[in-house]
Structures are given as C-alpha cells and as structure tokens.
C-alpha cells in the first residue's frame, strides 16, 4: 500500500488536512499516513519549522499532503523560541520554501476553473445589460525555484558583487550611492528549469485537452530573462504542433484577466509573475477557499491549497474555513498517483454540492468570518466534507 507523508502544519491546516483524508478513505483511496512534523511549533521547541526527520520521511516516501503554517518576521520569530533556544543565533526560514528547495520542486500548478453556481464566481456584464459567468478553466504553471524569488539578494552588497554589477553600464547611475543605501535583488533563470515547465505545461494541456499555452512574461523590458522564456517556449512549442502557443505580457494579462478570463488554458510564467497571476485567475473563481496547487519534483511531489494558516480561525469550534481548496489539492495527490477516476468522483461530488447551494461555508454566504457564521446559514468545514462525501 502507498504511504503519504501527512504535514498539517499549523492553525486550520491542523483542520482541513484530516477532512481531507476523511474523504480520501471515503472515496476507496488506499493509503497509509504517516505524520510529518512542521511549522511553528517545531520552530519554538527546536529552532527548526522544518525537521530533518520530515525530510527524511519525504525522501522515502516521495508524496507529502501539506495543510498549511504559520510563518512570521525575523525578529518575531526569535521572540517566540524557547527561552533555552533565544541567542543561540537560530534564524527562521519558511519549511514549505525549504521543502520546494530541498527536494527542487521546480514545478508549480495552480489550476483555477471555477464550479458552477459558486457565488463567488466572477461575472461579468454583456452587451445587453444582463451578466455572464465566464467558464474559467486555467492553469498556472508557475516556476518555483528560481526567479524573482530566487533569494539571491543584498541590501549593502558586498565590494566584490559591486564591482560585477558595475561591469554593467547601466550601473552608471549608481556610481555615486554608497553601498549601504544599496538593495539589488536578482531575477535568475537558467534554460534547464525554464525547459522543464514548459514541457510540463504542454504535456499537460495535451492530457487535460487545453488549446493554448501562454507565456506570461514581460519580454519588451526584462529582455534577457523573459526573453529566454519566450525564445524556450517556441522551441518547446514545436513538439506539440496541435496546441497553440500564445504570449502576453504580465500587466496587460491582469487586466484582460477581467476581460476574457475565460479565453487562456495554460499559463507559464516565472516565479513572482505565476504568484501574481495565479492569485489573479484564483480570484475569479472563489479565492483562497478554492485555490489548490501541486509542488513537483523529479522525485517528490507536495500538494497543498494555496491559503495559509489563517490564525484568527483557528480558535473556532466547530471550524468555518472551507476545506475544499484542501480537497482540489489531495485531487491533484490522486492524479499525479494515477488515480484520475478517484479524482474526477471527488470534483464531481464537490460540484454537486456547489451547484445544489445547501451546504456553505461562510466564505461562500460572503459572511465576514466568526463563531455567528453558522447562525447566518454558513456550514462548518466538518458539514462541507459530510456532505461531499454524501455526493461520492
Ligand atoms: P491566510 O491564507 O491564512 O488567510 C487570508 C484570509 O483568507 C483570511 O481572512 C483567512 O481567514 C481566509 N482564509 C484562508 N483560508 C481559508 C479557507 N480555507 N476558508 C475560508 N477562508 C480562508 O493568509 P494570511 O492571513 O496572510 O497569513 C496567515 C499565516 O499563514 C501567516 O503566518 C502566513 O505567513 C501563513 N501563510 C502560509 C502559507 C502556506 O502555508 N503555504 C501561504 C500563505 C500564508
Ligand atoms: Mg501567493
């Protein structure tokens, strides 16, 4: 039987995670869950949100479901260690960027198509005054390691990375600033990782049947690092003849996101502009409740919603917070397994339940979140999975 590696993380990943295996099991998912240590809690006590035994347990097994954490600021963060551990020189580091590090899980998939009948879909007006629901179906496939966020950065750069960086003429306008009223952060891409989303990207829109892939970068300014996107993507391109190769700049893409959502398959884009872009499209059909993603490697595959810990919730019982983002996210778990018929049963019994409008979470009643929610019609996130699993 396969093992996954159960990484709740912390606040209402502590929640959504088992609802989440709750369904698995429900829809005939054979697997055993090991738990996985992570987050605050294993910063406090040991100075470490990302213990290696986790690692380890990920290198053996090779799939980890993650909930989500809780990540705070440098010096925040020291403040709340064990009293044992302050001024031992600990600095804190996000384990979900340490996992995507570690285990170089370059390949980022956000998809966002929306359900029917979710109130929150974004609509639109036509051209007769009434309103349209545009069917958006897209998927981001976003660069994870390298990039915008690729943490090559200085603020008072060391003489040496200077002297580099004044090789260059354009640097000439800097000549005169000191080097401690410096901050240069660095946008990085190499042709290996930037070949592979792409191959990814279209041997995804091939299985899945999207029509288009597009390039969404910003080629005209950043010529060296979108440029090589664009020049990767045509080259890619020609191995999947039947598919459409589209390319669009970032700023002009988050305003037509508006316009005709509905018209994109696949978007590739590099690190910080998939972030963008991918919370832009998640927008339109639902936001964080409904966001999932896929974190994938050569070897290990983690797969978790996009939303984080949402702290002020997590004191709430019964739960609010919608578990279905958790829910598209294990689906994306069972299709990188092979087990596509397990996912499309559970989207299916999700749709279901969307379109029949009984059953919400108060994200979904755009209710502002709180223990009165449910006094308002809101479901708990317990009733959401009870009444998905009725679906199955
Ligand atoms: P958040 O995603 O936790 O919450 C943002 C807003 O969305 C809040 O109003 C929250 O209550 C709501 N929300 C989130 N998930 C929801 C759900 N499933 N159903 C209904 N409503 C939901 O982001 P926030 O507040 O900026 O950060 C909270 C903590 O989470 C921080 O420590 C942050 O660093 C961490 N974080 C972790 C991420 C991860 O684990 N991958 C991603 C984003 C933030
Ligand atoms: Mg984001």
Known sequence: MRTIVALPGDGIGK??????????????FEANYVHGDIGWEFWQKEGNALPQRTIDLLEEH???LFGAI???????????LAPELKDKGYVYFSPI?????????????????????NPLNFIRKDSTGGFVEPPVDTVIFRQNTEGMYGGIEWTNPPQIVREAFETHPKMKKFAH????????????????ATERIFRAAFEYATKFGYKNVTVCEKPNVLRETSGMYIKIARQIHKEYPGIQL???????????????PEDYGVIVAENMFGDIISDGFAGLVGGLG????????????????THGSAPKYEKLNPSIVNPIAMFLSACMMLEHLGEAEKA????????????????????????????????????TTQEMTDAVISKL
């Open 290 to 305: 409904f966001a999932c993603s896929a974190n994938i490697g050569d070897e290990v595959a983690v797969f978790e919603p």
């Open 70 to 80: 809780t990540s705070k600021p440098k010096d925040d963060a020291v403040n709340e």
């Open 177 to 192: 600033v000191k080097s401690e009223d410096l901050a240069i952060s660095t946008r990085i891409v190499s042709r290996q």
């Open 15 to 28: 929640t959504v995670l088992p609802e989440s295996i709750r369904l698995l099991d429900a829809v005939g």
């Open 344 to 379: 499309e049963q559970i989207r299916k019994a999700i749709a279901e339940v969307i379109e029949e409008g009984k059953v919400q979470t108060y994200d979904m009643k755009k209710l502002r979140g709180g223990a009165d929610v449910f006094e308002n019609g809101a479901c």
């Open 62 to 64: 090779k799939i980890g």
């Open 97 to 117: 960027v340490g996992l995507r590090q570690h285990f170089n899980l370059d390949i980022c998939i956000r998809p966002c198509k929306a359900f029917k009948g």
């Open 246 to 260: 589209w390319d669009t700049n970032i700023d002009a893409q988050m305003m037509w996101l508006t316009k005709n």
